[in-house]
Nanobody, 125 residues
Framework: VQLQASGGGLVQVGASLRLSCQPS????????MGWFRQAPGKEREFVSC????????YYSDSVKGRFTVSRDNSKNSVYLEMNSLKPEDTAVYYC???????????????????WGQGTLVTVSS
């Protein structure tokens, strides 16, 4: 299974973007699906994750209340709705597939078995 994030772009402060993650194969067996981001010169950081059913979600404090993660197993897709974007949200965003039987919540990079290519989000002030 390969993951591909899409939907990034250049937006102004306060704008919204919706990122999508579309694996090449089924994500049915992957318990958690997560989003991470890496800003220039910084380490990769956890953003959000959603559990297998899509009912449980978890967010970093920096995006809580502004971002919404969702999962549609029937469409084999994961989404990250980003609202009220700030310049500090500028980063390459990656989606990741958690290990079968992995922990919940899953905020650590080690919780994930598969990583995709990222999509760049740039928030201009």
């Amino acid at each position: 299974v390969q993951l591909q994030a899409s939907g990034g772009g250049l937006v102004q402060v306060g704008a919204s973007l919706r990122l999508s993650c579309q694996p090449s194969g089924s994500i049915y067996d992957y318990y958690a699906m997560g989003w991470f981001r890496q800003a220039p010169g910084k380490e990769r950081e956890f953003v959000s994750c959603v559990n297998w059913s899509g009912i449980s979600t978890y967010y970093s404090d920096s995006v809580k209340g502004r971002f919404t993660v969702s999962r549609d197993n029937s469409k084999n897709s994961v989404y990250l709705e980003m609202n009220s974007l700030k310049p500090e949200d500028t980063a390459v965003y990656y989606c990741a597939a958690g290990r079968s039987g992995g922990p919940w919540p899953a905020p650590r990079a080690d919780d994930y078995a598969l990583w995709g290519q990222g999509t760049l989000v740039t928030v201009s002030s």
